[in-house]
T-cell receptor, first 111, second 115 residues
Framework: GQNIDQPTEMTATEGAIVQINCTYQ??????LFWYQQHAGEAPTFLSY????GLEEKGRFSSFLSRSKGYSYLLLKELQMKDSASYLC????????????FGAGTQVVVTP | KAGVTQTPRYLIKTRGQQVTLSCSPI?????VSWYQQTPGQGLQFLFE???????NKGNFPGRFSGRQFSNSRSEMNVSTLELGDSALYLC??????????????FGPGTRLTVL
């Protein structure tokens, strides 16, 4: 099984940077995903990490340390539209189509 | 390319009834996974289908079932509905190409309310 932890809520001001941490405990690991979900909408894919290191994609970056069971999502130059829930999800080695999700981190961007 | 589509978008049923939800994956995607999302439990994996075969199943009772057709479209069925089945049911599709980068893309979901 897997245990995935992320903070419940974070607040930041427009233009700032926010880092959302995710820790996981797993018997197997085959990739970590970050999704963004606005209220009432479906999750949308943001980033994917399977090797250690930083992946940058515009204002969003994601980092992975497999030895520490740790990832973070970095949101830069925050905009009001970034107010959403951010979901960390891990794929196991023997469950290709199965993602185990954390509870999500609600990010609130204030003016 | 069209995204994942799910029908219906909203559904209201009463306890004891059964319901069938439909999912059409992105063209070319052969894997379809289903998830249940509730405020208390978050996103939980139900099952995954690939080439008409169930590959993985989550920890849900047998009232929850699914299938996949030769065109990769998938349906899930919930029988003998309970109040606790009220949730957003999400379908996600991926190719998969067998690469670790295979990404799941979600449909808009079906909001099921059980009265």
């Amino acid at each position: 099984g897997q245990n995935i932890d992320q903070p419940t809520e974070m607040t930041a001001t427009e233009g700032a940077i926010v880092q959302i941490n995710c820790t996981y405990q797993t018997s197997g690991f085959n990739g970590l995903f970050w999704y963004q979900q606005h209220a009432g909408e479906a999750p949308t894919f943001l980033s994917y990490n399977v090797l250690d290191g930083l992946e940058e994609k515009g204002r969003f970056s994601s980092f992975l340390s497999r030895s520490k069971g740790y990832s973070y999502l970095l949101l830069k130059e925050l905009q009001m539209k970034d107010s959403a829930s951010y979901l960390c999800a891990v794929r196991d080695t023997d469950s290709w189509g199965k993602l185990q999700f954390g509870a999500g981190t609600q990010v609130v961007v204030t003016p | 390319k069209a995204g994942v589509t799910q029908t219906p978008r909203y559904l209201i049923k009463t306890r004891g009834q059964q319901v069938t939800l439909s999912c059409s994956p992105i063209s070319g995607h052969r894997s379809v996974s289903w998830y249940q999302q509730t405020p208390g439990q978050g996103l939980q994996f139900l099952f995954e289908y690939f080439s008409e075969t169930q590959r993985n199943k989550g920890n849900f009772p047998g009232r929850f079932s699914g299938r996949q057709f030769s065109n990769s479209r998938s349906e899930m069925n919930v029988s003998t509905l309970e109040l606790g089945d009220s949730a957003l049911y999400l379908c996600a599709s991926s190719q998969p190409a067998g690469a670790s980068t295979d990404t799941q893309y979600f449909g808009p979901g079906t909001r099921l309310t059980v009265l």
